[in-house]
């Protein structure tokens, strides 16, 4: 069997709900053994969130798990002077620590960054927060939302009709795991060429921002505000979502050449050589006058036929899916975006695998999500506890 990536990397992982579950889980997909470090009472909030209650009432809400396979779970109150014993034990060789509290928690529990390197100087630590760890905004409160308020994403969405607009997902959260996941990963690659472990300090505001380059670049760089276009693509056009005869279609023509391929399949070969749509940016500047004229057209036929003739000519295009026929897809089936996994007291759950597909070191789905403290004796046993010492401090609900 092909050696993981991470296979032999320690990730400590007391992070909650989305942005630090993320960055783990792809650690996890790629072989690290990472230990979810829980409080007793009930976890990480996600086993709570979700559509199904009966779920939530087990701590295994469909939010939960969405994103912890590969993850062992154990339950310490950190707060606890005998909990705080424990975690240092846990850090003595860990490679890697990841926390999405608010900035200040951890020090203020005595398990900071520079309390913790003290016990081992190579310990990379990823601390995950809204805003950062420094700044004037830096110890207000941020959920998804908010950040996505923030960040200008839900100004640039929609149209005179709808705006602001809220991507339909938490895609804060999710990039600024991302974003942690890939900052983990060159610290551990600096660390294996200089012996030094760091601090890493992501921002959910600072992830999302890059995402909107382009946009951004036309105000920074060509002083141009964001115009509100829906489901228009601000660079070319025809370029963006159209109505057919039985429902919509996304059509990209983004070069020259594209477009007159559009013209041809639609039997419009008069448009080529309208002075309204010669060239690219006059077709951008009159594209309210261009749409009505291509849908004409492609009102006559469905949405499969379009599809089909627009590809056969190079030209990018495609339905637009509801989530499930998304995911059923054949293309998607076929590189195994959806994994299988059993979970004990639910039954067989689909979850995302890991979409980097390597050659060499592959990564994949293991094991279940883990029920709440599920690898307590597991670890704790490793640390030297005897059974009687781990009964005694359940009791006391340190774990």
Request: proline share 6%; net charge neutral.
């Amino acid at each position: 069997m092909s050696k993981r990536i991470l296979e032999g990397i320690k990730v400590l992982d007391l992070t909650n709900v989305l942005s630090g579950p993320f960055t783990t889980l792809h650690l996890a997909l790629l072989g690290a053994e990472v230990i979810k470090v829980e409080n007793p009472k009930d976890g990480d909030l996600a086993r709570k969130l979700g559509i199904v209650p009966e779920l939530n009432k087990k701590l295994m809400g469909t939010s939960f798990l969405a994103q912890n396979c590969n993850k062992l779970s154990i339950t310490l109150n950190t707060k606890s002077p005998e909990g705080k014993e424990l975690f240092r034990k846990l850090v003595k060789d860990a490679d890697v620590v990841v926390e999405n509290f608010r900035p200040g928690v951890m020090d203020r529990l005595g398990l900071g960054y520079k309390s913790l390197t003290e016990i081992n100087p190579k310990l990379i630590y990823c601390a995950i927060s809204g805003f950062g760890q420094t700044g004037p905004d830096a110890l207000k409160p941020a959920y998804d939302q908010i950040i996505q308020g923030l960040s200008g994403e839900m100004a640039v969405n929609g149209d005179e009709r709808l705006n602001p607009l809220r991507t339909g997902f938490p895609v804060c959260d999710t990039v600024g795991g991302l974003n942690a996941a890939f900052a983990v990963m060159a610290a551990l690659f600096h660390r294996e060429r200089t012996g030094q472990g760091q601090f890493i300090d992501v921002a959910l505001l600072d992830s999302i921002m890059p995402l909107m380059g382009w946009v951004a670049a036309n105000l920074l760089i060509g002083g141009e505000q964001p115009v509100l276009m829906g489901n228009d693509n601000f660079t070319a056009a025809p370029s963006g979502t159209f109505q057919t005869l039985d429902g919509h279609i996304n059509i990209a023509a983004n070069k020259q050449e594209q477009w007159e391929a559009v013209c041809e399949v639609l039997a419009v070969p008069e448009l080529k050589t309208d002075p309204r749509f010669q060239e690219r940016d006059l077709r951008k500047k009159n594209r309210r006058e261009l749409t009505p004229l291509l849908e004409a057209k492609l009102a006559q036929k469905p949405t499969g036929f379009w599809v089909e003739a627009l590809n056969a000519k190079d030209v990018p295009s495609g339905d637009i899916l509801s989530l499930e026929d998304a995911l059923r897809q054949p293309q998607v089936r076929h590189r195994g975006v959806l994994q299988k996994v059993t979970v004990a007291g639910v039954g067989d759950v689909e979850v995302f695998g890991l979409t980097a597909l390597f050659e060499k070191t592959p990564g994949s789905v293991e094991t279940a999500p883990p029920t709440l403290g599920q690898h307590n004796r597991q670890i704790f046993s490793s640390l030297g506890l005897t059974e009687a010492e781990q009964a005694e401090l359940k009791a006391k609900s340190v774990i």
